[in-house]
C-alpha cells in the first residue's frame, strides 16, 4: 500500500470516529462488489500491496441537519486469509451437528416404539381368559411370539426331545416345526372361544375337544412328521397332500396308512422321492409306530440308532436307498419285529451289532433282508433262536450256525 492510501485510511478512520462520537448512526452496509476486486496480477513489489474495493456505509444523525442527514464515508477492509485448519474445523462442527442430529432422531423414534409397545401389553385383548377356565388363549395374530401361552405351552413340550439351539432357530427343521406348532395352537384357541362366547359350542364340548387336540402326544407326533417332511426336501415329493402345510388331522396325510385313536400306527413313504437323511425325530413315534416304510427313495446318511427304541415296531423297510454307516445297535430286540428290510444300501459293520447279551430277542421275525450291503463277519447264533424266520438274505457266505 502506498504512502497515499495509508494517509487516506488513517484520514477516515478519524472521520468515522468524529462521526460516531457526534452521534451517527449506521444504517447499511452495500456488499462487496463482485465479493472482492482484485488486481489481475499480484504486484511483485513488495512495497505494494493489493487493494481491495471498499463497501460504503451510511450514517446520519439527527444533530446534523437535513443538508447533512448522509455522509458516505469510506472504508479500508483487509480480510485475513482463511487457513487450512480453520476449514477443518468448519467441517468437523458440521459433521458433529449431523450425528447429533440422527442420534436425536434415533432415541426419538425408541421412545415411540417403546410407548407402543407398553399400550400393546396393557391391551387386555392380548390375553383373554377362555369361558372354559382351563387354558389362556392369546387374542392375538398367531406366532406373536415368545410371550404368549401357546408358545410357552408348546415349548415346554419340545424342549426335553429337541436341542434348544436348534428349537429356537426358525431356520432349522426343527425351529419351521416349532413356529408352526404354536400357530396352530393359537388359531385353534382362538376358534374355541369363538364357539364358546357365540354360543355354537358348550363350554363342555371345547373342553373335550381342547384335550383331544392339544395333548403332548398329538404335538410330539405331529412335530415328528413335520421334521420328516422338512428334512427330506418338500418339494420334491411325489405325493405330500397334507403334509405341504401341514392342515388338519394327521391321519388323514398322504402316506399315514393308519391311525388308532389319533395315534399315528403306519407310515408307508415308498417310492415317493424323499431326499436327504432320516431325522431322528421320527423316533419320537416309538411308542405306538408299527410300521415304517421308506423304501425307494433317495435317502442318505445313517439310519438313526435311536430306531431300537420302538416298542411296537412289526415292520421297518428302509431297502433301495443310498444309507451307509453300521446298523442299528440291539435292533433285535424289538420283541415286535416281523420284517427288517435294509437291503440295496452301503450299509457296513457286522451284524453282531444287532444283539445285546442276555437280552431277549424278537422270535416272531418273519423276514431279514441286508442284501447287497457292504457287511462283513458271520451270521450270529441268536438268528437260530428265530423260528418263525422264513426269509434271510445275506450277501455273507459264513454261516455261523
Not at 51 to 70: K, N, Q, R
Not at 118 to 146: E, L, T
Not at 191 to 212: N, Q, R, V
Not at 238 to 261: A, L, M, R, V
Amino acid at each position: 500500500m502506498t504512502r497515499q492510501n495509508q494517509d487516506e485510511c488513517d484520514s477516515d478512520g478519524e472521520s468515522l470516529s468524529s462521526l460516531e462520537s457526534g452521534g451517527l448512526t449506521l444504517l447499511s452496509v452495500n456488499s462487496f462488489q463482485s465479493s472482492v476486486t482484485k488486481e489481475k496480477k499480484p504486484s511483485t513489489d513488495p512495497g505494494k500491496q493489493e487493494t481491495l474495493a471498499m463497501p460504503h456505509v451510511f450514517a446520519s444523525s439527527p444533530a446534523i441537519g437535513s443538508a447533512a442527514s448522509e455522509r458516505e464515508v469510506e472504508i479500508a477492509i483487509y480480510p485475513e486469509p482463511e487457513k487450512d485448519g480453520s476449514k477443518q474445523r468448519k467441517f468437523k462442527r458440521r459433521v458433529g451437528i449431523a450425528a447429533l442430529a440422527v442420534l436425536g432422531l434415533i432415541v426419538m423414534l425408541s421412545t415411540i416404539l417403546g410407548i407402543i409397545l407398553s399400550n400393546q401389553n396393557d391391551n387386555p385383548r392380548n390375553v383373554v381368559i377362555s369361558q372354559a377356565g382351563d387354558y389362556m388363549v392369546n387374542d392375538s395374530k398367531p406366532g406373536s411370539g415368545a410371550n404368549s401361552a401357546s408358545y410357552g405351552y408348546v415349548y415346554d413340550i419340545l424342549v426335553d426331545f429337541s436341542e434348544e439351539s436348534l428349537l429356537l432357530n426358525e431356520r432349522s427343521p426343527q425351529g419351521l416345526a416349532f413356529t408352526k406348532l404354536v400357530q396352530e395352537e393359537e388359531a385353534r384357541k382362538e376358534k374355541s372361544k369363538y364357539l364358546a362366547d357365540s354360543g355354537i359350542a358348550s363350554i363342555e364340548e371345547l373342553k373335550e375337544g381342547f384335550e383331544e387336540s392339544t395333548t403332548p402326544m398329538r404335538i410330539i407326533q405331529r412335530f415328528a412328521l413335520m421334521n420328516l417332511f422338512l428334512y427330506t426336501q418338500p418339494d420334491q415329493w411325489h405325493f405330500s397332500e397334507g403334509w405341504n402345510d401341514f392342515i388338519g388331522n394327521e391321519c388323514s396325510w398322504y402316506g399315514i396308512d393308519y391311525c388308532e385313536q389319533f395315534e399315528v400306527r403306519r407310515i408307508d413313504l415308498s417310492s415317493n422321492n424323499l431326499v436327504g437323511t432320516i431325522p431322528e425325530e421320527i423316533c419320537l413315534l416309538g411308542d405306538y409306530l408299527e410300521e415304517l416304510s421308506l423304501g425307494h427313495n433317495v435317502f442318505s446318511g445313517q439310519i438313526p440308532s435311536c430306531l431300537s427304541n420302538f416298542k411296537r415296531l412289526e415292520v421297518i423297510i428302509l431297502k433301495d436307498n443310498n444309507l451307509s454307516g453300521w446298523l442299528p445297535a440291539g435292533l433285535m430286540h424289538i420283541l415286535s419285529l416281523k420284517i427288517v428290510d435294509f437291503s440295496q444300501n452301503t450299509l457296513s459293520g457286522t451284524l453282531d451289532v444287532l444283539f445285546e447279551e442276555n437280552r431277549p430277542v424278537a422270535t416272531g421275525l418273519q423276514i431279514f433282508d441286508v442284501s447287497s450291503n457292504m457287511l462283513t463277519g458271520t451270521i450270529p447264533d441268536e438268528f437260530v433262536e428265530m423260528s418263525s424266520l422264513s426269509k434271510f438274505t445275506t450277501d455273507m457266505t459264513n454261516f455261523n450256525w
